[in-house]
C-alpha cells in the first residue's frame, strides 16, 4: 500500500510550484519543531465487496517487429543446399497489426538485398515467384521460396512480425480515502500550504493519472488547529495543524519483461524405447 503514497509524494514535489521537499513529505509525524513544515499522509483501504484492493493479471506477450540481416549461404538454420529457401527465424509468423488483409503480403514481410549500402535491391512478393528478386512464402514451414537461387555471399535483410514472449504482467488496484495532514508552525503558514496543496492537486490531474490515480477527489476539510506536541524524545513544542481528506482509485501494474524463456524448437518422445519420433519446426 506505501505505494499509493510514494506516488503522491512524486506529485507533490514535482516542478514547477512544488508544495514541499521530499523529505518534508510522507508518513512520518513531526516529532520536534524542526520538522515542520511537513504534509503526514495516511490511507485506508476500504474493504466494501468490489471497491478494496485487489489484484489482476494479463499477458506481456506482444506482437512485435523483427529485422535480420542474412549471409546467403547455406546453413540448417537459414538457407537451403540450393540457395533457393530460407527459413524464417524467429517463429512464430506473425501478421503486421495494422493490416486488414487474410493473407500475406509484402505488408508483413518484406526483403531487401543489402550487400551494395548504395545500390539496394527491393525483393517483390508474388504466389509465382519466377526471378531472383521475386520470392513467395511457404506459411506452414515458415519459408521464403525464391524465384531463383540466390548468390552465394551476398546479404540479405528481412523484416517480418513475430511474438516477443513477455513475463505477465500483475497489476494491483486500490480504492479508499486518504488523509494529508499538514502541519506549520504558525495558523497562516498552514493555511498557505493548504492552500497551495488544493490547487496543486486540482491542477495537475494529468500527473496524478499518470502517477497512477484513476481518481483524487476531495472529500472533507478540517479545521486549522494549534496542538502541543510531548514527544516520548525532546521538548514538547507548538504545532498547528489541518487535515485534508480526499478519496482515491489508484491503479498499478509490475512486470511485462522479456521471459528469459524462447520458443521451442524441438521435442523428442521416448515410448520405453518402443516408440521413438521427434517433431521440430519447421
Not at 3 to 29: A, F, N
Not at 105 to 121: F, K, Y
Request: charge should be negative.
Amino acid at each position: 500500500m506505501k505505494i499509493v503514497i510514494d506516488k503522491l509524494v512524486e506529485v507533490l514535489s514535482t516542478s514547477p510550484e512544488s508544495i514541499l521537499s521530499l523529505g518534508s513529505l510522507g508518513v512520518k509525524k513531526p516529532s520536534g519543531a524542526s520538522d515542520i513544515p511537513t504534509i503526514v499522509i495516511s490511507i485506508i483501504i476500504e474493504n466494501n465487496k468490489g471497491t478494496g484492493i485487489g489484484r489482476f493479471m494479463r499477458s506481456g506477450d506482444s506482437v512485435v517487429q523483427n529485422t535480420s540481416v542474412i549471409e546467403v549461404k547455406h546453413t540448417s538454420d537459414t538457407f537451403s543446399s540450393d540457395l533457393k529457401y530460407l527459413r524464417i527465424w524467429p517463429l512464430p509468423l506473425k501478421k503486421n497489426p495494422s493490416t486488414t488483409e487474410k493473407k500475406f503480403t509484402e505488408n508483413d514481410i518484406q526483403l531487401r538485398n543489402v550487400t551494395d549500402t548504395n545500390n539496394i535491391i527491393n525483393y517483390k512478393m508474388t504466389d509465382k515467384p519466377s526471378q531472383e528478386n521475386e520470392y513467395g512464402l511457404d506459411l506452414p514451414r515458415a519459408m521464403i521460396i525464391f524465384g531463383k537461387s540466390q548468390t552465394h555471399v551476398e546479404m540479405l535483410e528481412i523484416v517480418h512480425w513475430t511474438m516477443a514472449w513477455r513475463d505477465e504482467i500483475l497489476g494491483d488496484r486500490y480504492n479508499g480515502s486518504m488523509s494529508l495532514d499538514v502541519w506549520a508552525g504558525s495558523s497562516n503558514e498552514t493555511d498557505e500550504i493548504s492552500q497551495r496543496l488544493q490547487d496543486k492537486l486540482k491542477s495537475n490531474r494529468t500527473l496524478l493519472r499518470q502517477k497512477g490515480f484513476l481518481k483524487f477527489q476531495p472529500a472533507s476539510l478540517g479545521p486549522v488547529e494549534n496542538l502541543s506536541i510531548d514527544p516520548p524524545v525532546g521538548s514538547t513544542f507548538s504545532a498547528w495543524k489541518q487535515e485534508l481528506g480526499y478519496k482515491f482509485a489508484f491503479e498499478i501494474e509490475e512486470g511485462g519483461e522479456l521471459s528469459s524463456g524462447i520458443p521451442i524448437k524441438q521435442i523428442d518422445v521416448d515410448m520405453n524405447k518402443h516408440l521413438v519420433e521427434s517433431f521440430s519446426i519447421p
